[in-house]
């Protein structure tokens, strides 16, 4: 039981309506270590350079993440400025982007994380996503992250990772532009004509989607009072989806649906805090009571308590 | 079991991506009793001109719509013409609206329109939904629709129609606006505080969220592969949802939480084509087959049966 994932370990410069913080610790490899490493053990691959404050270095590890597959080098740690408005909080505006060692990154799987049950490749250049696909054996289960970028400027090589992958995992915006329509219906039954098994599309603050053969599954999202900093919902959200099912050992579409309602919980604690703040103290307690809330919000016969509305009049 | 609505009957020209329709039948009160007709006895208070074509009136009649709160008068009808761009087709940019005869509209309930279990009080002047609500007497359910510009321009005769219904329905944006906070938990909150015990708020193509004390339910929308044209959505979903009610002489909240998807499902059909043209040939049966298409939608345990994703590999 343990993840292999690959992608960005940053340090962040986010602007909120709500506050700013700079430098802070981000990257998408790191949100999905932090979430996923509540489940289950989590091999992490990536870059940083000797920017980068050892004691994120520390936190991680704390995490039981194991880093042998975090290369530490002379030079410039990726760095992401980004900004979020009011009125859509949903989508950052990037105002800056320093790949730094991260434009040379190579990435390479010390040998024990190669047979790895599950592989999850985060948003990064799908030529590097495929040098890590080439690198396993035979995992359970292959999930693919990307963004607008990449569907943009390396299709083909996208369009290759995409093929040999069981679950991508995109954005709702990110599917319809890949999947080539204005419905997601129609967006998801072409990304899943290519090979893959599940197209999962995050819709923030609208929830999640799920699209397989024959099957929808929707979950919604964590109806919130507080959010501090919407960066690394997405990657939490992976974080939470994968984490379930390696420590459940349950690869089919039923434990999927679990998965994605833990996903969706994972998310909603990320964003009530600045980078993964929330999470250092949150519990796989914390996390299930609101996977049962769920069930309630959804639930047409049964009783929907929702403590967090209750009204003093 | 029957329903009062007040509200516009129009003659609309609405732009999608997918074609233009001029002069359509069209309307908050036409779409919320074409639905609700489908499910109970409907009695409407509008006002059209004599541009007004007999066919729709006809077609409304034979809907057994009670017809005789439909002042027919000379003038011209109201008329409201629309565009939705491709990128955004949950919200309608107004190109030209003209009040016409409604904007000296006097609502006048026939003596037996008083006694409805149900009113419906459609989006028009709040000062004019407060004299349909001295018309009625002690409907069992009391629902009022509203939007942005009467938040902006006459707050305060809003707020008192609130503070005198059971079912605030708006847009997600509009109880924002109102309840004046970016949470739709807070502002749920806000609203709840005035006296209505639901706030509906419907999210377009992301569905609709039930508010009430300690409790949250939530419907995702349809997801469909074809749209013509939005118009209507939001007042048919108001007809599925009240009409469901008003046949089960029920108004509770577990009735409720089945007159959400109801009215989700209604306004999944109304969007398949344009004006209320989708919902000529509709019967209630095509829309409990897709009530019960929600449950699996969002069950966890159960099997997702969804035959339009049938994939042919």
Redesign the interface.
């Given at each position: 039981m343990s993840i292999t994932v690959v992608g960005s370990v940053a340090l962040d410069t986010v602007e909120t309506?709500f506050g700013k913080k700079e430098n802070a610790l981000g990257g998408a490899a790191t949100y999905f270590s932090t979430a996923a490493s509540l489940y289950t053990q989590v091999q992490l691959v990536g870059v940083v350079g000797d920017d980068f404050p050892e004691q994120h270095v520390e936190f991680l590890r704390q995490r039981g993440v194991d880093l042998r597959g975090l290369q530490r080098k002379p030079g410039q740690t990726f760095h992401w400025a980004g900004k979020y408005e009011?009125d859509n909080?949903n989508n950052a505006q990037t105002l800056d982007t320093q790949l730094g060692l991260f434009a040379t990154f190579d990435p390479q799987l010390p040998e024990d994380y190669r047979a790895a049950d599950c592989v999850f490749l985060a948003n990064i250049d799908p030529t590097l996503q495929l040098k890590v696909l080439e690198q396993v054996r035979q995992p359970k289960l292959k999930v693919l992250d990307s963004m607008n970028f990449w569907i943009s400027s390396n299709k083909a090589a996208l369009t290759e990772v995409i093929s040999k992958v069981d679950v991508v995992l995109m954005n709702e915006g990110e599917a319809l532009q890949y999947g080539e329509s204005?419905?997601?219906?129609?967006a998801?039954?072409n990304i899943?004509?290519l090979g893959p098994k599940v197209l999962l599309a995050k819709?923030g603050e609208?929830?999640a989607?799920l699209?397989?053969?024959?099957?929808?599954?929707?979950?919604?999202a964590y109806?919130?009072?507080?959010?501090k900093d919407p960066t690394g919902a997405g990657d939490t959200f992976a974080g939470g989806f994968l984490g379930y099912l390696s420590r459940a050992g349950d690869y089919s579409l039923?434990a999927m649906?679990?998965a994605v309602?833990h996903g969706s919980a994972m998310a909603s604690f990320t964003i009530e805090d600045y980078s993964i703040d929330r999470l250092r103290t949150l519990t796989l307690g914390d996390v299930e009571r609101r996977v049962e809330d769920?069930?309630?919000?959804?639930n047409?016969?049964g009783e929907?308590?929702?403590?967090?509305?209750?009204?003093e009049?």
């Open positions: 309506p009011y909080l204005f419905s997601l219906v129609t998801a039954r899943l004509a819709k609208y929830g989607a699209f397989a053969d024959r099957t929808y599954f929707f979950a919604p109806p919130l009072e507080t959010v039923a649906k679990r309602l769920f069930a309630h919000f959804t047409v016969t929907a308590i929702f403590e967090s509305l209750r009204l009049r």
